[in-house]
């Protein structure tokens, strides 16, 4: 079974960066989406970004265009986030989750596989 762990989670003020890391206990697929997700309190859980393997651009919700950047270590075993300009509305759990085809979605049915979540704190 594949299990996902997150990190790098915190608090930081406004306009500051953070970095999430996702790392996979196996990688069975040839084939895999790996997508951020976050929820904050009393609002729906949001894409945020995904990436895909071996084909596929990523791709990224509007809200974090142009601030976030999502990457792949090299072994494909870890998936990162790269937060920066953040805003108190980026605030939430951040959870990453998998799906073992070549394309991503934000859809969260799509995904059966997910971390426990890390949180993530923007103060103004």
């Known amino acids: 079974q594949v299990q996902l762990v997150e990190s790098g989670g915190g608090s930081v003020q406004v306009g500051g960066s953070l970095r999430l890391s996702c790392v996979l206990s196996?990688?069975?697929?040839?084939?895999?989406?790996m997508t951020w997700f976050r929820q904050a309190p009393g609002k729906e859980r949001e894409g945020v970004a995904g990436?895909?393997?071996?084909?596929?651009?990523?791709i990224y919700g509007e809200s974090v265009k142009g601030r976030f950047t999502i990457s792949r270590g090299s072994d494909n075993y870890t998936l990162f986030l790269e937060m920066t300009s953040l805003k108190p509305e980026d605030s939430g759990v951040y959870y990453c989750a998998a799906r073992p085809y070549s394309y991503c979605t934000f859809r969260t049915t799509d995904y059966d596989f997910w971390g426990q979540g890390t949180q993530v704190t923007v103060s103004s």
């Open positions: 196996r990688f069975p697929w040839s084939r895999q989406c």
């Open positions: 990436s895909s393997i071996p084909y596929g651009e990523p």
